[in-house]
Nanobody, 114 residues
Framework: QVQLVETGGGLVQPGGSLKLSCAASGFIFRLSPMGWYRQPPGKQRELVATISSRGTTNYSDSVKGRFTISRDHAKNTMYLQMNSLKPEDTAVYYC????????WGQGTQVTVSS
């Protein structure tokens, strides 16, 4: 069955960095568009970034220039490098497969606070 497992979340100070990973299994990873979504506390889930099977990327305006999405087909893993983090980036971050998403991971908490 399809599994998406996010790791790398945690507590970081404003201006800091974190790198999220999403380990994928149960489907042909190299053929699937992938994405990251997030849900801030008390708000609706929102798109962060997507990456096509060929590596074409798309970012929300709120993270453009600060976050980088990437994928490693040899490792069946997707990444989200997050730099210059702000308190408003605090959210549960979800890995997704498919566009629109067909599968979701369980989420990993990212908290940006001093």
């Amino acid at each position: 069955q399809v599994q998406l497992v996010e790791t790398g979340g945690g507590l970081v100070q404003p201006g800091g960095s974190l790198k999220l990973s999403c380990a994928a299994s149960g489907f042909i990873f190299r053929l699937s568009p992938m994405g990251w979504y997030r849900q801030p506390p008390g708000k609706q889930r929102e798109l962060v970034a997507t990456i096509s099977s060929r590596g074409t990327t798309n970012y929300s305006d709120s993270v453009k220039g600060r976050f980088t999405i990437s994928r490693d087909h040899a490792k069946n893993t997707m990444y989200l490098q997050m730099n210059s983090l702000k308190p408003e980036d605090t959210a549960v971050y979800y890995c997704t497969a498919g566009l629109p998403p067909n599968y979701w991971g369980q989420g990993t908490q990212v908290t940006v606070s001093s």
